[in-house]
């Protein structure tokens, strides 16, 4: 995973725009000073007029809800298996098919997303809290606090990504492991996290350089606050922007992710249904039976470029630049 800037994902706003007067108060119809807006005020107000955004948001929401609630969108069971029905082509008893094993392919569709969006909201919200508190306490402090957990993350940042995920999932997840469906779930996004937070540290640290001396900040270290007052109360809400933007596109990653590693038979193994090991399990049957490779991708690509959208249309809201 590469190693985005600041600039690159949204420009971090000047100190004037993330208080509450960023938005010069307006006269209303009735003559009366509408309420100025913050800088999160006016990107949704910008986000409302994006088609991509509502696009992209829509296609979210069905699949978080396919996730939470497959039994909403199928009866049918993932893992009744027969053989008599094996590859059978999509019908109206089958919308899309059964596989070798004779399992209904929509069923396992609808199922297994949820393996993919767990993993990769997990993973985001690992990923961001601990490369969020490293990078906001090496920006904040500086000196050699800041030399250390940089020199630490550069370490890390080294370590090449598919390679990382394949000694680690093989050392604990191995044949005759044994484990659990959670257990393989948190194993694959363990390793997610600790290969991906140093990019989040890079960019919360920059965020951080470039606010922490802004003249709120000053005048707040000033008057006394604490720093846990300071980088809470002040620092880390005008440093947002560029993790929520990086967050958004990074759940599409992951799931992506995800089904690579489940694809390469070192990440989800059965008995979790997900959309890469569904790919896996159909490359075999290509030219006979395309069907068990199409429909899986195709929600796979779905999912990964909604939030890939959704994070550019945030993007765009957010930063003063592009407006």
């Known amino acids: 995973m590469s190693d985005p800037s600041a600039a690159s994902i949204v420009s971090t706003p000047r100190p004037e725009q993330l208080t509450e007067a960023s938005s010069p108060a307006t006269v209303g119809p009735a003559g009366k000073k509408e309420k100025p807006r913050s800088l ?3 990107a949704w107000i910008d986000l409302r007029r994006k088609p991509l955004f509502w696009i992209s948001a829509i296609f979210i929401v069905l699949f978080v809800v396919m996730s939470a609630f497959p039994s909403l969108f199928t009866s049918g069971d993932p893992d009744a298996t027969a053989l008599s029905r094996s590859r059978l082509e999509p019908s109206g008893d089958a919308w899309f098919g059964y596989d070798v094993l004779g399992r209904d392919v929509y069923a396992r569709v609808i199922y297994g997303a949820n393996a993919s969006i767990v993993v990769s909201l997990l993973s985001t919200i690992g990923t961001l809290l601990i490369g969020g508190a490293v990078g906001i306490i090496a920006g904040y402090k500086g000196g050699w606090v800041d030399g250390l957990l940089s020199r630490i ?5 080294g370590l090449p990504f598919v ?3 394949i000694v680690i999932l093989t050392t604990f997840n191995g044949a005759g492991a044994n484990n659990g469906e959670w257990e393989i779930k948190f194993l694959v996004i363990g390793s997610l996290v600790l290969l991906s937070w140093p ?3 890079r960019l919360m640290r920059s965020s951080v350089l470039a606010t922490k001396e ?3 900040i000053v005048a707040a270290r000033a008057m006394g606050a604490s720093t846990g007052r300071i980088i ?6 005008n440093c947002l922007a560029p993790l929520l933007v990086y967050g958004t596109i990074m759940i599409g990653s992951f799931i992506g992710a995800e089904a690579t590693l489940s694809f390469l038979g070192i990440g989800l193994q059965s008995p979790v249904v997900s959309w890469g090991i569904m790919i896996n399990e159909a490359q075999n049957y290509l030219r006979v039976s395309p069907f068990l ?3 899986p991708s195709a929600f796979l690509v779905t999912a990964v470029l909604s939030f890939v959208m959704l994070g ?3 993007r765009e809201a957010l930063d003063p630049k592009l407006r």
Request: aromatic share 20%; hydrophobic share 60%.
């Open 163 to 165: 390679l990382g995920a």
């Open 293 to 295: 490779l199409f429909f």
């Open 153 to 157: 993350t550069d370490i890390f940042f």
């Open 199 to 201: 990019v989040v540290m």
């Open 214 to 216: 802004a003249d709120y």
């Open 232 to 237: 809470f109360k002040h620092l880390l809400p």
């Open 312 to 314: 550019e249309a945030v």
């Open 40 to 42: 999160l005020g006016d």
